[in-house]
């Protein structure tokens, strides 16, 4: 199973921006999908999931101004990040875990593959 994340980038205070994830290898309906990020020196945190129901689950911090969505057919995982504040620069990961089902499992050890990461930088 392979994850490739992109869409990363520089961007001011208040934008947006889209993350994608592709997913191959496997049976992607099959697999929770979450997103995680990491920033210098912290570590790695939730941010948002899907369920094999398209169930979601996001983190307080981004509730309201992120948006996770699956698209089974094209094997991805989108997360949209609008408001985009200083804080939200990291590393953003995206992870698969093929037990989970409806489960959207919220630490790293519950993912079993995970994508190179991509960087985003919000400036003030």
């Known amino acids: 199973v392979q994850l490739q994340a992109s869409g990363g980038g520089l961007v001011q205070t208040g934008d947006s921006l889209r993350l994608s994830c592709a997913v191959s290898?496997?049976?992607?309906?099959?697999?929770?999908i979450g997103w995680f990020r990491q920033a210098p020196g912290k570590e790695r945190k939730f941010v948002a999931g899907i369920g094999r129901g398209d169930n979601t689950y996001y983190t307080d911090s981004v509730k309201g101004r992120f948006t996770i969505s699956r698209d089974n057919a094209k094997n991805t995982v989108t997360l949209l990040m609008n408001k985009l504040k200083p804080e939200d620069t990291a590393v953003y990961y995206c992870?698969?875990?093929?037990?989970?089902?409806?489960?959207?499992?919220?630490?790293?050890?519950?993912?079993?593959?995970w994508g190179q990461g991509t960087l985003v930088t919000v400036s003030s």
């Open positions: 290898g496997w049976t992607f309906s099959r697999f929770v």
């Open positions: 992870a698969a875990d093929h037990n989970g089902g409806l489960r959207i499992g919220v630490t790293p050890l519950t993912y079993d593959y």
